[in-house]
């Protein structure tokens, strides 16, 4: 279920966009495999629309990236997976301060196709067997 914004500079081309998001996809798998179901959006700025430090066009824009995932995985978890989106991130956008928001969900605040998957028992159940200790909502 990871659903990942990636915000980059508008600078590399399309075959280290392709490395680029295995390796994102690589490290999101690893940490939540279930279900199978991750996107990843990467959305360019050219440095005229971005503004940091309260200047605009200053310089390339610093990589975000934002995730959208389900409760229950281990710290331990989080820190492989987030050492493993920095290293493909930096391989190809060699800048500063690259910054990774993580939103958790319980299920009942996630829906696919218009149902809550809180109310869908084996998704309830899946999650509970590879997110062991976390309640379905």
């Known amino acids: 279920m990871p659903i990942a914004y990636l915000d980059v500079p508008d600078s590399i081309q399309n075959a280290d966009k392709r490395k680029?998001?295995?390796?994102?996809?690589?490290?999101?798998?690893?940490?939540?495999?279930?279900?199978?179901?991750?996107?990843?959006?990467?959305?360019?700025?050219p440095s005229e629309r971005v503004s940091q430090d309260g200047q605009?066009?200053?310089?390339?824009?610093?990589?975000?990236?934002?995730?959208?995932?389900?409760?229950?995985?281990?710290?331990?978890?989080k820190?492989?997976?987030?050492k493993g989106i920095n290293a493909a991130v930096a391989d190809e956008y060699p800048l500063p301060k690259f910054m990774v928001f993580m939103h958790e969900y319980p299920l009942d605040l996630v829906a696919l196709d218009g149902n809550?998957?809180?109310?869908?028992?084996?998704?309830?159940?899946?999650?509970?067997?590879?997110?062991?200790?976390?309640?379905g909502v």
Do not use: T
């Open 20 to 45: 680029l998001v295995k390796r994102i996809y690589d490290a999101l798998h690893e940490a939540y495999p279930c279900p199978e179901d991750v996107r990843i959006f990467i959305r360019e700025w």
């Open 56 to 77: 605009l066009g200053s310089e390339p824009a610093r990589p975000v990236f934002m995730i959208h995932v389900p409760q229950g995985v281990s710290l331990d978890a």
């Open 79 to 82: 820190r492989k997976m987030m």
């Open 116 to 135: 809550l998957h809180s109310d869908n028992k084996a998704r309830v159940e899946a999650q509970a067997k590879v997110y062991p200790g976390v309640k």
